[in-house]
Every structure is written in structure tokens, then in C-alpha cells.
């Protein structure tokens, strides 16, 4: 394995990777940035959890140049889950550097993005549609941009957000280094690196097995009836620090977790119903502590990324095995 020390990287990133208490570089890491560096466009074929966050983040900040105060880099992700924790994660990254980033994304008031944007952040991650609605007011002007990436680029084509992407794209300079990321490479982000990437070199981890190495999984038949028993019956046995339970529909997870605090556990639950508000709120109770499980449903799970989950429950057995690799694929990350 290689350390961050090895990978040509400037002392403040090391200092802050220090900090957050990694040694080694993921395959990806390792792989990528040193191509990213050398300011080459890059295709990177990776799953969720591989730590291609950090891939792109080190090649951006050490481009960045503090002292011009407008927009330098972007990154575009499917969600604004994902949107916000790329920002965080940048923003981690850079503790040392002196470089602000800016989450933009739907379901958040425009007005106090516009605010932060007059600050002058260095990079902005953000949603399809928002970072379009800023271009269209001039709020975000993407003209001096060194550098761009498209994250999850192929849940991004199955959200219906191309077209939003490719008038983002043209709002760039022709000048400037992308690097795409997708676990999969169908036809149509196939297209869309060929019309707006320079020579790009294809950075590709094989995906091993379908399912997480590292988590271990167990299966219990029982009947439909006892279901809940046996949930608390291993809740109380394992006593996870931090699970999330996967229930099919909206109303089975509300059912689920108004269940589990009458028991007196602390949980609760994460839908599609939830506006961006309530979900906030929820997200931050589980990151902070005060509840320990988290029940949710599928399309409310794609983004959550909560380091320390140590179990997940599937209550309903998902739809299709992607979703239930999605689903496992909650613990068991960054090598846990």
C-alpha cells in the first residue's frame, strides 16, 4: 500500500489527512491523483465507498490559488446528500489551506446561497438544477473555472440530469481538466466524455465482488408476523453503536420507528416525504448521537453517508441486488 506521504502532496493536505486519521491511500487515491496532478483528464470507474472523494478533492485544492477570490473549481453530484458531504469533505481536507467550499443544492433557501456565493468560495459542489438556476441569474459565474467534476456520473444520466449537466459544461472554459466518476460506463456518459473531455486516461478499480469484503452478513427466516420481535431481539443482542434498518415503504418506516421508541430505543425515520428541512434534522441526530438508529427506505438511503454505522437491518428485502449492495454498502466503508 501507498501512504499519502508518497503520493507527491503538499504538507497542509498531509497535516489535515493526519488529522482525520488516514494513513494509506484507497487504490483510487492512489491511482488517480498522482494523474490528476499532472493536470491530465481522468475517467474513473468506481463504487461508491472507495474513497474517490479524496481522489478528486487532493488534485483540486492543490490547484487552487487563494488569493484570486472567484470560482476555481466544481463539483457536480447526483444529490444534495452527496453535495454536501463532498463540500464537507473538501472542506476537511483543506483545514490548513485558507480554501473555502460552498454546497449549493435544491430545497435550501436561494437567497442565502447567493449571500455565501458574494463571499467569493473557491469551489462549489453542488446539484444539477441549482448550480443551473445560479448560472441562469448570474449568481455563479463559471468563466475563470480550472476544473471540473462529475461525480456519480452515472446516477446523475439515471436522475434525468444530463442535459442540465451538458449546459453547465458549456458554461465553462474550454480550457480546464475534468475528471468524471462513475461505477458503471453506459453509452450515454461514454458520449458525454468524448464531447467535452481532452484525452482522458481511464483510472479503473475492478469492481471485486458485488457485495462489501469487509461486512459480514447474516439472514434469519422468519415469519412475517414476527418480524419486529426479532428485530428487537437482535437490536438488544448486537447493540449496534449506530444502525440503519431498511423498511420498503414510507409508511412501514414510520410504522417501524414510532415502534422502536415505544420500546425505547432511539430512532428515527428517513423518507422521501421529508422535505429538506426534516431531513437535515434527522441526519444531524444520527451524526450527533442522540438517536442510534436510523430507519429508512431506499431512495432516502442513496445518500447517506454516516462514518461509524456498524450494523444494518434489512427489515424488507430490497427490490433488486443493487439496492441491497447499496444498502450493506452503509457499514463496512473505508476499511471498518
Known sequence: MTTFQEIGISEPIKRAITDMGFEEASPIQEKAIPIALSGKDIIGQ?????GKTAAFAIPILEKVDTSKKYVQ????APTRELAIQVSEEINRLAKYMGITSLPIYGG?????????????????????GRLLDHIKRKTLKLDRISLVVLDEADEMLDMGFLEDIERILKETPEEKQTLLFSATMPKPIQNLAE????DPELVKMKAKEVTAPNVKQ????????????????LLDVDNPELAVIFGRTKRRVDELSDALNKRGYLADGLHGDLNQRQRDVVMNKFREGNIDILVATDVAARGIDVSGVTHVYN?????????YVHRIGRTGRAGK
Open 108 to 128: 435550501q433557501s436561494i437567497d442565502r446561497q447567493i449571500k455565501a456565493l458574494k463571499k467569493g468560495p473557491h469551489i462549489i459542489t453542488g446539484t444539477p
Open 46 to 50: 468506481a463504487q461508491t465507498g472507495t
Open 195 to 198: 464531447r467535452f473531455m481532452n
Open 218 to 233: 447474516v439472514y434469519y427466516e422468519v415469519n412475517e408476523r414476527d418480524k419486529f420481535e426479532v428485530l428487537c431481539r
Open 73 to 76: 473549481a466544481i463539483a457536480i
Open 315 to 323: 427489515f424488507d428485502i430490497p427490490q433488486d441486488p443493487e439496492s
